[in-house]
């Protein structure tokens, strides 16, 4: 039963065959979401200098909702890097074009833009996308589809002359006749993306777009576990036209990709993943780096309260969307005394006692076991007046692999004090990548414990303040530093659309991701012209040495 309910929710068979006949789908697809099986495997490749190309050895990926192995991925090795790192460092410090040289190209990406953003409101290149992500990483289509619209809308807002836009520069007066100093955003030639499974299509897509508006030449490696997205779209984009050597893919290992960071001459990697590769690859790149990292992101629920049933359903969707698979999903609810009394907490479990794996509002888990995860949670609850609020069993029903995992909306209540204690402090702010949070309770006068909090934490991704009272949130934004806060009566964690920033604050290394900031921040650097040319004062004479 539940297997035929799954594949109502991903679609039927016969609507993918119509791809093959006549729509743009059939100009660029090398494989078809409903197609794809243990019968039948879908195939990826890498792409190297324009050419797409097999690797020696292949790795089974497994359906992560029934476990066949359906998707064959190119196992690349070591000994097969050499024609990635030749293709890289045969890329100019200066970039494949610039403001001084090729300026044409940024005419071209936007057309490129453009022709891939039109495209994108097709339905049937749309649901493409939307199902194929579905199919390697399990989620609702309204999620999935989000995921494919804020591309979209991404590419929208970067076609036409916005490019070129992008390398706008400025010029100062100088000191004196024929001098003038002009401030340039600069490429950094040769450059690397490395992207997570959770979001297969907008993060690395976001990214490495942005690398090539702004002149550089990428080598993209996604998750090999849904990489196959990642592959589809490069293909799609070179459908658009896209010059087919202006970017480089690989499927491979992290010590594969470890070991093209250190023999090729990359100037810039940008990562999206955990603290400890991210901490470990600013080593490898001795800086030269930036970084969307761990979040571990909390919600505070300020003394005011109204909208009850909202707030509640904007917590359930931020900690359990997507089984809280997200960078951005609520980790930790600092609910104020006023909140709890109204019943939010109780809301909230009902809400989240609505999800199913079924309905795909319920995922796999694709990075931890429900034994890692249930362990954490017997861990927590060993705290001092800690309580289970909801969850804390695994899912039952379903034929995930055992090495995802399958776990009920979790949540544990901690006592404030008891939280912030030396010996608990690491383990109750410790990332679970999945459906679960800490949830304690505070009231007027042990805010400054809540901000102590904060403060302690070490990684500043979101948050949000919920609050419509001016005074309070100025206070808690004016001691927070998370990069991405949402504050107000709607204040969420999640949501990376296209039309703000979102990134991490407090980290030098922070990476940004959508807009023209964020772009310009990540994939160039600041380059000063002064052009001096003259003419020389009359009656100039030699002047003594100095």
Not at 17 to 29: G, I, M, Q, T
Not at 203 to 220: C, D, E, R, S, Y
Not at 292 to 315: H, N, Q, T
Not at 382 to 390: K, S
């Amino acid at each position: 039963m539940f297997a035929r309910v799954l594949r109502g929710r991903i679609g039927s068979v016969a609507s993918f065959n119509v791809f093959r006949s006549f729509s743009a789908v059939s100009k660029f697809a090398t494989v078809l979401p409903n197609e794809i099986s243990g019968a039948r495997p879908g195939k990826a490749q890498n792409l190297v200098n324009g050419e797409w190309r097999d690797a020696e050895k292949f790795v089974d990926i497994l359906d992560p909702l029934n476990g066949e192995k359906f998707l064959q991925v190119p196992d690349t090795q070591i000994h097969e890097l050499q024609p990635f790192v030749d293709s890289l460092a045969a890329v100019p410090k200066s970039g494949l074009h610039n403001p001084l040289k090729n300026p044409e190209r940024y005419l071209l990406y936007g057309q490129v833009c453009r022709k891939a953003a039109s495209l994108l409101h097709e339905d049937d290149v749309l649901d493409y996308f939307i199902r194929l992500i579905q199919r390697v990483m399990p989620k609702s289509y309204i999620q999935a589809r989000a995921e494919v619209v804020v591309t979209r809308m991404f590419l929208e807002n970067f076609s036409g002359d916005q490019p070129r836009f992008l390398a706008r520069s400025f010029t100062v007066a100088g000191d004196h006749t024929g001098q003038a100093s002009s401030g340039y955003r600069w490429p950094y030639g040769p450059v690397a993306v490395v992207a997570p499974f959770n979001f297969p299509l907008e993060i690395p897509a976001l990214q490495f777009v942005g690398a090539l508006l702004m002149g550089n030449k990428p080598l993209v490696k996604g998750d090999s576990k849904v990489s196959i997205v990642l592959e589809q779209f490069v293909r799609f984009l070179q459908h658009c036209g896209m010059p087919a050597k202006d970017l480089d893919l690989i499927h491979a290992d992290g010590p594969v990709m470890g070991q093209i960071i250190e023999r090729a001459p990359l100037r810039m990697l940008q990562f999206t993943g955990s603290s400890r590769v991210a901490d470990m690859l600013t080593q490898k790149m001795h800086g030269r780096i930036k970084v969307e990292d761990a979040g571990f992101d909390w919600k505070i629920l300020g003394p005011d309260v109204s909208e009850v049933d909202y707030v509640a359903w904007v917590c359930d969707q931020d900690a359990y969307a997507m089984s809280g698979q997200k960078c951005s999903a609520q980790s930790m609810l600092f609910a104020h005394s006023n909140w709890v009394k109204a019943g939010v907490l109780e809301k909230i479990a009902s809400l989240a006692s609505r999800r199913s794996l079924a309905e795909l509002t319920l995922s796999p888990i694709m990075s931890l076991t429900t034994e890692r995860i249930l362990d954490h949670v017997e861990k927590v609850l060993q705290i001092p007046g800690a309580r289970l609020l909801m969850g804390g069993k695994a899912l039952t029903g379903h034929s995930v692999p055992k090495q995802f995992g399958a776990v009920e909306p979790t949540a544990v209540f901690v006592p404030l004090d008891e939280m912030l204690k030396p010996e608990n402090f690491p383990l109750v702010t410790t990332e679970i990548f999945g459906p679960f949070q800490i949830v304690t309770e505070y009231d007027d006068s042990s805010l400054h414990k809540v901000l102590e909090a904060c403060e302690r934490m070490d990684h500043h991704l979101t948050a949000a303040v919920v609050s419509s009272n001016s005074i309070f949130l100025n206070k808690v934004l004016g001691h927070t530093v998370n990069g991405t806060t949402y504050a107000g009566l709607r204040a969420r964690t999640t949501g990376a659309p296209q039309n703000h920033w979102f990134g991490p604050c407090g980290d030098p290394r922070g990476a940004g991701i959508g807009t023209p900031e964020a772009i310009q921040l990540v994939w160039s650097g600041h380059r000063e012209i002064i052009r001096d040319e003259g003419p020389i004062p009359q009656n100039w004479t030699l002047p003594k040495s100095t």
